[in-house]
């Protein structure tokens, strides 16, 4: 049988995978990873990096390529055959990645390879190693070292089961309101619901908890006991106080504990210490100081935003004591009546063609490349697949997932495909290739998508992940694009390129509205410019909430405790808008819990520290008409996006800045200066 898993000649070939692949694939490629182990750890075997890099590297990159395209397809084509092949191969492969890293023979290999001999990106990729070893188990012997090695594995199964309760409970709800609830809401998100409702063989308007369809319905719908509605189905869901199914209370109650036990076992207090080690971070308590200032800075504009709301919502909705289902409605409508126009108004001129086509216009300009389109196979007709080249020569290829289904998983995210490599084995340069997932509302009845200003701010952040992945130039596949990034610096690229969406020559580039074709009006582009800061201070204070819990979560909490009277502390705290006490936000909290985020989501606000002063670099030197300066592109392109994790982040942004970043140029941003 012909297995598409083991074909590597060039990209994958999505649309033959089948379920039945997936372990007779896994079977060869671990037992093949194994044998490699088994060679360079032989006492013969010389400590030579590129002749291990032959042997080992190539086998267990071949691993590495084949499980993310199980990985990804579980993620955006999920199916109960294609579910259930992943979860059997899942801790055969997690206990060969355990093993690896913690394989005391090959960890003295590695301390034997003499760095005067290799190159600079490889002495870096040689201290990272060594680093990891460490920090997964090398230096741990006998029960200790396979107690580590039993965490690991457990604790991958509890991550994708928090992952598949979570878009399970999200995928079970559907509610079939009458026409008359959905006064408010939106045409194009009515005839979507109308045309789900059809798909269902029903009468009515299917509304969902996908983003879609459930953002629209909170900020434009009228009707107070829809919102409610939805409201207490989204943020219950996979918790205590929905289908006990999908609980995931006991799911995380234990992912923390073994947490703090692989994190005692490595000679660490709690996992938030073991959780900085590669970061830029030095300590927890840098970070809960960092996150505390920030708050304290930010309290008094969102304090004032809720005043706004509050008078707002009084005197012209009759709205006198607003409930959690009424702030993103009367937040719309006070922007509305604020600032004179709406966020529906706007997305008119978003069509997603020519917002992509806006979007490759800035990077081809800012970094010297053309995008062209591409063809690959791919696992969903709606999946677009694109070549960055310049002067010709190839330097990556992307795969762009843009609508939201059933069966993908919700958020946007950025992921590789493969890496800059040159490789050992043969010393072609293989190129990087990254998916960009979305999750945007479809086009309905023959038009284009329509994509929010939110929504079009989500494309540029993940292409700037994926700029970071495929524009590097280093050959050393472990420090090559993101990898080997520090993680709270690997946003640095994305919210960067998130401020090319408040520029009107960017902006005026990749406007044309749905029925007339006219640009977005200058004078619209003035209003949405006046508003950009409009309820700053509340957007930084829920990100400082998620960020405070999750570290807090990882440092002095104890596994054992319920978790939600911490979060209900961090709120007192740093909040100005209380939830209900019913809100389960930690129970799908899936960057935490099931997506490499544990003690580390802190990195959004910390890295928008360091992207807000990149992004001054081109406000200083942009043109009269506006437009990004080329020279300062290049230099950035090749201070931070070449330079990949060749080198510590601080070093790429002092070689882009000339100094240190300062918390001026986010606060001026964010309007609170």
Known sequence: MHNPLLDFKDLPLFDQVRPEHVAPAMDELLAQADQALARVTEPEFPPDWNGMSRVLDVATERLSRAWGVVGH?????????????????????????????????????????????????????????????????????????ERFARIQERAAELSQKFSEHALDATDAFSYYANEGELDGVPQDVVQAARAAAEADGKEGFKLTLKMPSYLPVMQFGHNRQLRERLYRAYVTRASDQGDPAFDNTPLIREILALRREEAQLLGYPNFSEVSLVPKMAESPAQVIRFLRDLARRAKPYAEKDVEDMRGFGTANLGIADPQAWDWAYIGEKLKEARYAFSEQEVKQYFTAPKVLAGLFKIVETLFEVEIRRDFAPAWHPGVEFYRIERGGELLGQFYLDPAARTGKRGGAWMDDVRARWLRPDGGQLQTPVAHLVCNFAEGVEGRPALLTHDDVITLFHESGHGLHHMLTQVNERDVSGISGVEWDAVELPSQFMENFCWEWGVLKHMTAHVDTGEPLPRELFDKMLAAKNFQSGLATLRQ?????????????????????????????????????LFNRMAHTFSHIFAGGY???????KWAEVLSADAYAAFEETAGEDGMPSVKTGRKYRQAILEAGGSRPAMESFKAFRGREPTLDALLRHQGMA
């Open 544 to 580: 400082i909430e998620f960020a405070l819990f999750d570290m807090l979560l990882h440092t002095d909490h104890d596994p054992a405790s319920d978790f939600m009277p911490l979060l209900q502390r961090v709120r007192d705290e740093v909040a100005v808008l209380h939830p209900p």
């Open 73 to 145: 397809l579980n993620a955006v084509a999920d199916t109960p055959e294609l579910r259930a092949a992943y979860n059997e191969a899942l801790p055969r492969v997690t206990e060969f990645w355990t093993r690896l890293g913690s394989d005391e023979k090959l960890y003295a290999k590695y301390k034997a390879i003499d760095p005067s001999k290799l190159s600079k990106d490889q002495q870096q990729a040689l201290k990272n190693a060594i680093r990891n070893f460490v920090l997964s188990g090398a230096e741990l012997a006998g029960a200790a070292k």
């Open 598 to 604: 544990a003690a580390g989501y802190y990195s959004y």
